[in-house]
């Protein structure tokens, strides 16, 4: 399996049992996320969001 470079640091990264692919690590992955949910990229509104209510009922209730 040939290295592939974490999109952070840059540093050649099996991927193979690598579970923070294509990091290297938790720690670029988890600066990677937060890097684009904060700054470039923004996700849309789930529409769906306002449905769901109907589920949180069921969780609710103990
Ligand atoms: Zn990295």
Do not use: H, I
Request: aromatic share 10%.
């Amino acid at each position: 399996m040939p290295l592939r470079p974490c999109p952070v640091c840059r540093t050649p990264v099996s991927w193979e049992g690598n579970p923070f692919k294509p990091f290297c690590s938790d720690r670029c992955r988890t600066r990677d996320l937060g890097a684009w949910s904060s700054e470039s990229y923004r996700l849309p509104a789930k529409p769906d969001e306002e449905d769901g209510e109907s589920w949180s009922d069921a969780s609710d209730s103990e």
